[in-house]
């Protein structure tokens, strides 16, 4: 991925550490100077483009605040990947970062990190350096939930959610 200067990052934007928000120093494209920049995509994060490239803000944040860019990935605590308030964001691993994320969309269990098998039992798992952790195969899917809550708690501490 491309990178900007530090320098050129806080000239081209003030960073609003009470709101999040990152704010245009100058003109861009028909957009009025000191105007929020960016914009949510689909995934709920504020993409922001500089110099012809596009960000994910928070990793603007974070290289604007520290003096250098992220070397891991920027996790949101509170999950809300649009809220770039600086005591919100952290590093991580792709592993902490995934513990912390939410139950899938197509998730036909309902509960994160379990998934039904064809016989209708429910297996439980959590991932440790890409590979699957197995837990078990429970009769319902709360046990089998209760399974992967036990061992991710342990796994990533304070990265953890249920889901």
């Known amino acids: 991925m491309k990178k900007i200067s530090i320098k050129k990052l ?9 709101t999040g928000l990152l704010w245009r120093r100058h003109p861009y ?6 105007t ?16 012809g490239t596009n960000f994910k803000a928070h ?10 860019w992220p070397t891991k990935q920027v996790d949101h605590k509170n999950r809300n990947g649009s809220d770039n ?5 952290r590093l991580a691993s792709n592993g902490q970062n995934r ?4 139950t899938g969309r197509n998730s036909r269990s309902g509960f994160k990190c379990v998934t039904v ?8 798992y959590f991932k440790k350096k890409n590979t699957r952790v197995h837990l078990g195969t429970f009769l319902t899917p709360q046990e089998a939930h ?3 809550v036990t061992a991710a708690a342990k796994q990533y501490g304070e990265f953890f959610h249920a889901g």
């Not at 929020?36 to 995934?43: F, I, R, T």
């Not at 308030?85 to 964001?89: A, F, G, P, Q």
């Open 85 to 89: 308030r600086w005591h919100n964001l």
């Open 10 to 18: 806080n000239n081209t934007f003030r960073y609003d550490s009470k």
């Open 146 to 148: 209760a399974a992967y």
């Open 29 to 34: 494209h028909k957009k009025e100077m000191d």
């Open 117 to 124: 098998t064809p016989s209708n039992k429910f297996v439980a």
């Open 99 to 102: 513990s912390n994320s939410k």
């Open 36 to 51: 929020p920049a960016g914009w949510k995509s689909p995934k709920g994060h504020i993409i922001v483009c500089v110099f």
């Open 59 to 68: 990793r603007i944040v974070w290289a604007m605040q520290t003096g250098r």
